[in-house]
């Protein structure tokens, strides 16, 4: 796995963040500049799925922020046809 960061505005708030490429490219670990935001890991088809749900989106900030330099992340990803979310430890990465 590559560690290289990327600079990018965040795929939840559009601040300035960095990411990592996670799951064989499959995934991004997002680290958020914006303090009512923070760290999630999101899937590539997550992204695709939500790309126009600022609603939801919305709703995953303190979610995010809830993680940032705890044990947990958050993870968004695709289940189904419906996006799940949700907080899990970090040793499961
Ligand atoms: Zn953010």
Do not use: W
């Amino acid at each position: 796995m590559s560690n290289t960061k990327f600079s990018e505005s965040c795929y939840l708030c559009n601040s300035d963040s960095n990411y990592i490429k996670t799951d064989n490219e499959k995934k991004r670990h997002y680290l958020c500049s914006n303090e009512n935001c923070g760290e999630y890991e999101i899937s590539l088809s997550a992204m695709e799925h939500l790309i126009h749900n600022n609603d939801f989106k919305s709703q995953l900030l303190p979610l995010a922020k809830r993680c940032k330099g705890t044990d947990g992340l958050l993870k968004i990803s695709v289940k189904g046809t419906a996006i799940e979310a949700k907080v899990r430890p970090r040793a499961e990465v």
